[in-house]
Structures are given as C-alpha cells and as structure tokens.
C-alpha cells in the first residue's frame, strides 16, 4: 500500500486545525492540539472505487458480507432502537444513509421510518440494494450528491473511519437536514483503554481502508464546529459470528488459511458470539438550534 504514502507530512487538523506532528504509533501522525489521529496518506477518487470494489466485500475485508447479512441486521435494529430513544414519531420520520453498502440497513429502517435512502461509493453494493433488496440506493460520492431534499436522520455507521475528508461530509449533512435533525455515528475510540493498551495492534487500526482514528473527544470537537450538539454517546456491544473473527485473524492477519479452514471443518464458525470491548462508540447528535 506504498503507493498512497505521501512524500510530505499532513500539516493541518481537520478536527481543529492545530499542527499535525509525529505520533507514538508508527504510519500514523498526531494533532498537538486536540490529539487527533490520522494516517499520513493521500487517495485519489480511483484508488478509493479500486479499495471497495466486490472483492472489499468478499475475501480482503470480509469473508463473505452477505452471508453474515442477519447479524448484521441484528446490529441494526439495536441501533434503531437506540435512536428512539432521542427521536420521537419515528415513523413520520426520512432518513439517509451514508456508505450504504448492500443495503441491509435500508431494508431494516424502512420498517421503523416512513422513508429510507441511502448512497455508497462501491457500484457493486448498490446494484445489489437496488435489485436484490428493492431499496433506494444511489451509486456514487455523498459529497458531490444533491437531490434537494430534506433529512430528519442521517447515519453513517462505520464509515467515517473510511472518509479522505470526513469534515467536509459532515457539514454537508448538516446541511441536508431538517432543523432539529439528528446525525447518527459508529466508529471505533481510538481512546478507548483498548485501543490505548494495544496501539498499533488495535483492530480499528488498518489503512489505506482506515484513514481516521477519532476519540470520542475530538469526534465530538469535529461534529460541535459542523453545526451539532452531541445528545447521546453509547458503547453498544456487536453480535459478531466466530466465522468472521477467525478470517480476519487468520486469513487477512496472519495468513494462515489452513489453519482457518482447519475450524472452519470443525463446524465452530457458525457460532456468533456478543463482544463488546469499550472501545466502538455511538454518537448521536442533533442540529443546533
């Protein structure tokens, strides 16, 4: 992944716009200010439709998406049930999504809002939403995406670890809500105890694929200077199947396939199991009033 490396170093936070200078996590650089963490690399619009092609979905970075389609919809209505907790009259309520994917989450809103769209960079993802699930999905940059229309909630679950430039999405859906409007995020905490305790091994960190390493603090700086007022923030715990776990440790981490495919004949893959560690946060926050 050399090849995304930049000659100079990043200079400017995108969380505050202190000084960006080395940091103790090597490929990574640190903000002076507000302790920000980012990699140090740049990706152009085709790099970034070549690292979430089909094959992002299917052997580099998972197993298989659609086969764990029902624990990851699982995950969702936690989520939901979640923003309840905030947003009354949920059926009367629109909502966008932002890195969509296949459109599992699509599916499963539209049974709590009386509308849901979405969008995602990876063709491939949508053509699936759009023509296996039915759900109104959009192939293409949320940045330069314009509709005209209004939002009452926008998520990006799991995305804005992946942005080149998260601020400029985050104010961009500021804008494209209504008034009291509510912004959902997923991430990990990069200054969480177990991120802190494993450093550069933490499994949040791996780029070109993750290019941001927020804390709940400074994720909380950058939404604050968008134009929101944080209403909630949870550790929610995330059913995972064994499958999953073991490919990532084995066959992206270490290349051991063998040894994957040695459990995996065993039967132990089919297992889910509940992890949470503390250190993958949901912030939920609403348009200044």
């Given at each position: 992944?050399?090849?995304?490396?930049i000659?100079?170093?990043?200079?400017?936070?995108l969380?505050?716009?202190?000084?960006?200078?080395?940091?103790?996590?090597?490929?990574?650089?640190?903000?002076?200010?507000?302790?920000?963490?980012?990699?140090?690399?740049?990706?152009?619009?085709?790099?970034?439709?070549?690292?979430?092609?089909?094959?992002?979905?299917?052997?580099?970075?998972?197993?298989?998406?659609?086969?764990?389609?029902?624990?990851?919809?699982?995950n969702?209505?936690?989520?939901?049930?979640?923003?309840?907790?905030?947003?009354?009259?949920?059926?009367q309520?629109?909502?966008?999504?932002?890195?969509?994917?296949?459109?599992?989450?699509?599916?499963t809103?539209k049974?709590?809002?009386?509308?849901?769209?979405?969008i995602?960079?990876?063709?491939?993802?949508?053509?699936?939403?759009?023509?296996?699930?039915?759900?109104?999905?959009?192939?293409?940059?949320?940045?330069?995406?314009?509709?005209?229309?209004?939002?009452d909630?926008?998520?990006?679950?799991?995305?804005?670890?992946?942005?080149?430039?998260?601020?400029?999405?985050?104010?961009?859906?500021?804008?494209?809500?209504?008034?009291?409007?509510?912004?959902?995020?997923?991430?990990?905490?990069?200054?969480?105890?177990?991120?802190?305790?494993?450093?550069?091994?933490?499994?949040?960190?791996?780029p070109?694929?993750?290019?941001?390493y927020?804390?709940?603090?400074?994720?909380?700086?950058?939404?604050d200077?968008?134009?929101?007022?944080?209403?909630d923030?949870?550790?929610?715990?995330?059913?995972?199947?064994?499958?999953?776990?073991l490919?990532?440790?084995?066959?992206?981490?270490?290349?051991?396939?063998?040894?994957?495919?040695?459990?995996?004949?065993?039967?132990?893959?089919?297992?889910?199991?509940?992890?949470?560690?503390?250190?993958?946060?949901?912030?939920?926050?609403?348009?200044?009033q």
């Amino acid at each position: 992944m050399n090849i995304w490396v930049i000659s100079e170093m990043k200079k400017t936070c995108l969380v505050c716009g202190g000084s960006l200078g080395k940091s103790k996590i090597k490929g990574l650089v640190q903000c002076d200010t507000c302790g920000f963490l980012t990699t140090n690399l740049e990706l152009t619009s085709d790099e970034i439709k070549r690292l979430y092609s089909a094959n992002y979905y299917h052997g580099e970075e998972y197993a298989d998406y659609l086969s764990d389609k029902e624990i990851i919809q699982h995950n969702f209505r936690k989520r939901i049930k979640r923003i309840g907790r905030v947003l009354s009259e949920m059926k009367q309520k629109r909502l966008f999504e932002i890195g969509c994917a296949y459109g599992f989450f699509l599916e499963t809103a539209k049974k709590f809002f009386c509308d849901a769209e979405g969008i995602d960079i990876s063709e491939d993802a949508v053509q699936y939403a759009k023509e296996n699930l039915r759900q109104n999905a959009h192939a293409g940059d949320f940045a330069t995406f314009e509709n005209g229309k209004k939002y009452d909630v926008i998520c990006m679950w799991d995305t804005i670890e992946h942005l080149e430039r998260p601020q400029v999405y985050v104010k961009k859906a500021h804008d494209m809500l209504e008034k009291d409007g509510y912004i959902c995020i997923t991430t990990g905490d990069v200054g969480s105890l177990n991120a802190r305790m494993r450093g550069r091994k933490w499994r949040q960190i791996h780029p070109p694929t993750h290019l941001h390493y927020f804390s709940r603090k400074t994720l909380t700086m950058l939404l604050d200077k968008s134009g929101f007022r944080v209403v909630d923030v949870s550790y929610p715990a995330n059913t995972i199947s064994v499958n999953t776990i073991l490919y990532t440790l084995l066959c992206i981490k270490s290349h051991h396939e063998k040894l994957y495919q040695f459990f995996k004949n065993l039967g132990i893959t089919k297992i889910n199991l509940n992890i949470n560690f503390r250190d993958f946060m949901f912030i939920i926050a609403q348009v200044k009033q």
